[in-house]
């Protein structure tokens, strides 16, 4: 399985962007996928998660301002980010679980965000 991120870039305070994961390969057993971010000197942090059943899930910091959504071809999923704060800069990344296949969980490469004040 590969995932692959974009949509990142520069952006003011105040100001959206909307992220972009394609996944590929034997995707057809991933039951979540997820967004992760990883900002200098902290934790990686999850943000929001889609499963196939049950609603999204957002972390405090990003909840009423992020939105997570699939595609129509079930194989995309997007990380609409609105109102965005200097604190949203970080390394965006995509990941996906999969229960089927030895509880596999995958990431992708990430995609930088950066939040100018």
């Known amino acids: 399985v590969q995932l692959q991120a974009s949509g990142g870039g520069l952006v003011q305070a105040g100001g959206s962007l909307t992220l972009s994961c394609a996944a590929s390969?034997?995707?057809?057993?991933?039951?979540?996928m997820a967004w992760d971010r990883q900002a200098p000197g902290k934790q990686r942090e999850r943000v929001a998660t889609i499963t196939n059943n049950g609603p999204a899930i957002y972390a405090d910091s990003v909840k009423g301002r992020f939105t997570i959504s699939r595609g129509n071809a079930k194989n995309t999923i997007y990380l609409q980010m609105n109102s965005l704060r200097p604190e949203d800069t970080a390394l965006y990344y995509c990941y996906g679980y999969d229960p089927i296949i030895s509880y596999s969980e995958y990431w992708g490469k990430g995609t930088l965000v950066t939040v100018s004040s």
């Open positions: 390969g034997t995707i057809s057993t991933i039951s979540t």
